[in-house]
């Protein structure tokens, strides 16, 4: 059975910067991309990052491009997300989520999911 266990949320002020983790087991890690989602209160779950199973390839939401990083230690079977400069408008629920095939940044072509984390940012 396949097991995503985020961690890493909390609440930070205006500027500051987290590391989300999510450690997967039950599944051959290395065969899946990996991605990073999120969801605020009264929105839809909305695409973050995504990285392909080598680490070669990556892909950000405009949203979030040049200030997030996303990585990957197929040794730990774990994925990370480093938020940095973050902004109120990054207040959400993250969640990882694993895919076979290339980087997806649809929610729903993504099979399994965590139980997601909360990043909350104070002005």
């Known amino acids: 059975q396949v097991q995503l266990v985020e961690s890493g949320g909390g609440s930070v002020q205006a500027g500051g910067s987290l590391m989300l983790s999510c450690a997967a087991s039950?599944?051959?890690?290395?065969?899946?991309?990996m991605g990073w989602f999120r969801q605020a209160p009264g929105k839809e779950r909305e695409f973050v990052a995504a990285?392909?199973?080598?680490?070669?390839?990556?892909a950000y939401a405009d949203s979030v491009k040049g200030r997030f990083t996303i990585s990957r230690d197929n040794a730990k079977n774990t994925v990370y997300l480093q938020m940095n400069r973050l902004i109120p408008e990054d207040t959400a629920v993250y969640y990882c989520?694993?895919?076979?095939?290339?980087?997806?940044?649809?929610?729903?072509?993504?099979?399994?999911w965590g139980q997601g984390t909360q990043v909350t940012v104070s002005s």
């Open positions: 989520a694993t895919r076979i095939g290339g980087i997806s940044t649809q929610a729903r072509g993504h099979d399994d």
């Open positions: 039950g599944l051959t890690f290395a065969n899946y991309v």
């Open positions: 990285i392909t199973w080598s680490g070669g390839s990556t």
